[in-house]
């Protein structure tokens, strides 16, 4: 779990996104998601879903959000890394819509592979916390955004972005035109998996 922060326009997205596609394996298998968080994430629903009753008729269903999709895509899939950004994450109380992600965290064995972690949702059931999943989340600190709480500085790296100021104009006046990023090396995730385990 990181988090890049530094003032608007420093590249943090861009930087999630980019590592993200260098780390892809398949042409096929997107293992990058990129979420932008609202002020209105008051609750773990955006992330997770929820049972709604009156669905297929009053018989009842489990919304699934892209972010659980993911999830199931990404446990499917264990020995690929999964990259989840959550986009300007402190646009909400993060504890409000992540606070299921933040006890969990705690809780995963990484060195032992059989040992596994659920969410037990209400509604649906079991849904594996993946191990292969590497969380991003940007953030701008100013007055439209919420500061963290120590429980989320504890489970996450901090990466603070404070480029000068003539990075940012020889950016601004390059030619991006050719942003294609070349794929990894052939077991680069393989190594990124063993690194985080």
Known sequence: ??????????GKTRIATKFAEYMKQDDILSNSLLVPVG?????????LGYYNPLANNGTGKYEKTPIFEFLEKAVENSNIPFFLILDEMNLSHVERYFSDFLSKMELVDYKNKDKKTYFDIPGYGLLEFPKNLFITGTVNIDETTYMFSPKVLDRANVIEFKPEKDTILNTLLSDNTNDKIEPSEPNAAESVMKLAN
């Open 1 to 10: 779990f990181v988090i890049l922060t530094g003032n608007s326009g420093t």
């Open 39 to 47: 002020a209105d994430w008051t609750d773990n629903t955006k992330i």
